[in-house]
Structures are given as C-alpha cells and as structure tokens.
C-alpha cells in the first residue's frame, strides 16, 4: 500500500519556480509508477506527468514538456516535479499519483496542493 502526500504549493509570479513535493509511505514505494496530476476550475483532472519505478522512463503532458520535469529518489521515498517558466495557465490543484495505469488511472492519490500563478 502506498500513502502520498504534497507539499511545496502556493503563489508564484509567471516566468518562476516552484517545486512540489510528494512523501510516499509504504514498503513497496519503488514498485510503483509514479505520476503528477493537475485540476483546474471547472477543469476535468489531467495528466502532467510520469516516472516509471526505476526512474529511467518519464513522460509529460505536451503543455509541459520543457518546463517541468519529474524525478524521483526511491531510498527517500520522494517524488519531486520541479516547475519552471510557469504561466497563469498552469494554476491548478496538483495531485501526486501511483501505481495503476499511471497516466489514466492511477491505484493511489494524494490530497492536492494548490499552485497559483500570478499574471
């Protein structure tokens, strides 16, 4: 079993930096494909990105790709999307995901943190 949690949202003018973080728990964390998720208002969830197990595979959201970029350390049990070159458009509520079909239906989520882009 896998238990996330977010941290590292808030307010950021455009053109800057943040980066979220997601604590994963749980003895069978590197198993795990992991992934970010974001939901704007009146927004359907959406993909933003993906890291297989091992860390030697990711993929993005082609709204993304070129600014942000997933890792993750597995001794730790952290995920990681650093954000950069952020635009008002990336506002959303960001959700760490596992396991699953990572991409479309992950087994595991965390609660969400908000990311606000000023403009």
């Known amino acids: 079993q896998v238990q996330l949690v977010e941290s590292g949202g808030g307010l950021v003018q455009a053109g800057g930096s943040l980066r979220l973080s997601c604590a994963a728990s749980?003895?069978?964390?590197?198993?795990?494909?992991m992934g970010w998720f974001r939901q704007a208002p009146g927004k359907e969830r959406e993909f933003v990105a993906a890291i297989r197990w091992n860390g030697g595979l990711t993929y993005y959201a082609d709204s993304v790709k070129g600014r942000f970029t997933i890792s993750r350390e597995n001794a730790k049990n952290t995920v990681a999307l650093q954000m950069n070159s952020l635009k008002h458009e990336d506002t959303a509520v960001y959700y760490c995901?596992?396991?699953?079909?990572?991409?479309?239906?992950?087994?595991?989520w965390g609660q969400g943190t908000q990311v606000t882009v000023s403009s």
């Open positions: 749980g003895r069978t964390f590197s198993s795990y494909a």
């Open positions: 995901a596992a396991g699953g079909d990572i991409a479309t239906s992950p087994s595991y």
